[in-house]
C-alpha cells in the first residue's frame, strides 16, 4: 500500500469509496469487496470527495454496461490524477470480460480483480478471509449471494463468458453470511445469483433455502430475483402463504414468447410455458408484483413474432415492471458467430418496438395505481421521503413518496393515495 496515503483527521483511517455499476448481483460483490476493505482498516464513505481509494466494481453484459463502466473510468482516473498517492482499483465483470492482453493502458490501476474475486484483493491489502460481507451503501437493503455463474448457455449471453459455469454455494455459507447482515440491521434481504431458480443442495432447493432464511429471521424481508422460466419453483405459491415475510414478488426474465424466437436464442421452454405460469401468477390467492425482461430486434424476429409478444404483455395484470432492452451483437456468443445482417431488424423497427413496450408498461403502471388505490400496505423507508413496498424491488422498480418524514429503515404502514408512472403516493398511517 502506498505510504502517501492520506488519513482522516478525525478517525485516522483512510478512506474509501466504492463505486457499483450495473446490476444487485454487482452490489453483493460490492460488499464481499468492502468487507475486504474494512477489515484492512479502511472507512467506506459515499462521499468520493477527498478519499483515498476508490474501486470500480464493473458491469460489462451488454455493450451500453460496458460504455457506462469505460466512462466511469475515465472518470476515475482523472481523480487518481489529482492527488498523489491515490489507489484505483478495478473490479467486477469488465476485467472478467477482457482480462489484460498486456497490450497496455492498464498501467494506472494499482489493482486489477474480476467479478467477485475477493481473494486478490485480501492479497494486496494483506488481510485475511472472514464470512460475513460489509455493506457498500448502507445496511437497510441488502443482497445476499447464493451462486456464482451459469451453465444455461444462452444464444446472446456473455454472463458464462465472464463468470464461468454455475456453483452454487452451500447452505451453511448462505445462512452463515445472513446471519450477518441480521446482525448488522439488514431489513431487507435480496436474494441473488446469475440463476437462483437453479440453486439445490442435499436437503432440498430454491424453495427449502429460502424457508430456512424466513423461518429464522422472520422479521427480515426476503426477496428472490433472477427466476429463470424454466426452473420457476412450483412450490413458491404455498412458501409465501408460509412466510409473511417472502415478498410476493417474481422476477422473472423470459426474454420473449415466440417459440421460434426462444429455441434461437437457446431458451428451453416455449411461449405456451410462459403463458401457464403467468396463469398461475394471474389466479394465485396472493397479489403477486411480476418483473419480467425482455429483449426487442433479436436477429431474425419478424412483425408476427414481435405482435405475439406484444398481445402477451397486454394479457396479464399481474406484471408490475417490463424492462426491454434491443439486442446487442456481443463477441464470444453463439449468436454473434451466426448472425447475418439480414437477420438483424433495421434500427428504426427495433426502436419502434422498444416504444411500443414503453407504451405498454405506461399500461401496466396506470393499471396498478387503480389497483393500489386505497390499499393498506407495508412501506420500507429508504430515506425519510421515499421507500419501497413488498410489491417493488429497492433501486430498480419503483418508488413510495411519504407525505411526511418517516426514519429510514422503519416499516410502516401506509395508505396509497395514488400513483405516477411506476412511483406511488402513500400517507403514512399513526
Known amino acids: 500500500m502506498s505510504n502517501n496515503v492520506h488519513w482522516s483527521d478525525t478517525l485516522l483511517m483512510p478512506e474509501a469509496f466504492l463505486l457499483t455499476l450495473g446490476c444487485p448481483k454487482n452490489e453483493a460483490d460490492s460488499d464481499a469487496f468492502a468487507g475486504c476493505l474494512t477489515r484492512a482498516g479502511w472507512r467506506i464513505t459515499r462521499d468520493l470527495g477527498d478519499t483515498d481509494l476508490l474501486l470500480i466494481n464493473t458491469c460489462a453484459f451488454i455493450k451500453p454496461a460496458v460504455d457506462e463502466s469505460l466512462e466511469a473510468i475515465q472518470q476515475a482516473l482523472e481523480w487518481k490524477n489529482e492527488r498523489s498517492g491515490r489507489i484505483l482499483i478495478l473490479a467486477g465483470c469488465l476485467p472478467g470480460r477482457y482480462p489484460d492482453d498486456g497490450s497496455g493502458g492498464l498501467e494506472d490501476f494499482d489493482l486489477i480483480t474480476g467479478p467477485g474475486d475477493t481473494s486478490r484483493l485480501e492479497k494486496y491489502l494483506s488481510v485475511q478471509s472472514a464470512s460475513g460481507p460489509e455493506p457498500a451503501g448502507g445496511w437497510i437493503s441488502r443482497y445476499l449471494k447464493i451462486s456464482e455463474g451459469c451453465s444455461n448457455n444462452c444464444a446472446y449471453c456473455t454472463i458464462p463468458l465472464i463468470r464461468g459455469a454455475r456453483r452454487d454455494r452451500s447452505p451453511e455459507e448462505i445462512l452463515m453470511d445472513a446471519e450477518y447482515l441480521a446482525e448488522q440491521g439488514a431489513v431487507e434481504i435480496g436474494i441473488v445469483g446469475q440463476d437462483t431458480a437453479s440453486w439445490k443442495c442435499g436437503r432440498g432447493g430454491i424453495s427449502w433455502l429460502i424457508s430456512q432464511l424466513a423461518g429464522t429471521y422472520p422479521d427480515i424481508w426476503f426477496r428472490l430475483y433472477y427466476i429463470h422460466p424454466a426452473y420457476y419453483p412450483d412450490d413458491f405459491a404455498p412458501l409465501l402463504a408460509e412466510h409473511e415475510n417472502v415478498m410476493p414478488y417474481i422476477d422473472i426474465p423470459v426474454q420473449h414468447v415466440s417459440d421460434r424466437i426462444l429455441k434461437r436464442m437457446g431458451r428451453p421452454y416455449t411461449g405456451d410455458h410462459i403463458r401457464k405460469l403467468f396463469d398461475g401468477f394471474e389466479n394465485n390467492d396472493t397479489m403477486l408484483s411480476v418483473r419480467t425482461t425482455l429483449i426487442a430486434g433479436y436477429p431474425g424476429e419478424t412483425e408476427e413474432d414481435f405482435n405475439e409478444l406484444v398481445e402477451f404483455l397486454s394479457k396479464y395484470r399481474c406484471i408490475r415492471t417490463i424492462a426491454a432492452f434491443p439486442y446487442w451483437p456481443e463477441e464470444g456468443t453463439r449468436e454473434f458467430s451466426r448472425q447475418s445482417a439480414e437477420d438483424l431488424p433495421d434500427e428504426s423497427a427495433v426502436q419502434s418496438r422498444l416504444a411500443r413496450i414503453g407504451d405498454l408498461a405506461d ?68
Open 363 to 430: 399500461e401496466h403502471n396506470l393499471i396498478w395505481a387503480d389497483r393500489l388505490e386505497g390499499e393498506i400496505m407495508d412501506i420500507l423507508a429508504d430515506t425519510p421521503l421515499l421507500g419501497h413496498s413488498r410489491l417493488d424491488a429497492p433501486e430498480v422498480d419503483g418508488a413510495c413518496c411519504f407525505d411526511r418524514s418517516v426514519e429510514p429503515g422503519r416499516i410502516v404502514r401506509c395508505r396509497i393515495t395514488g400513483g405516477t408512472g411506476s412511483d406511488l403516493n402513500a400517507e403514512v398511517l399513526k
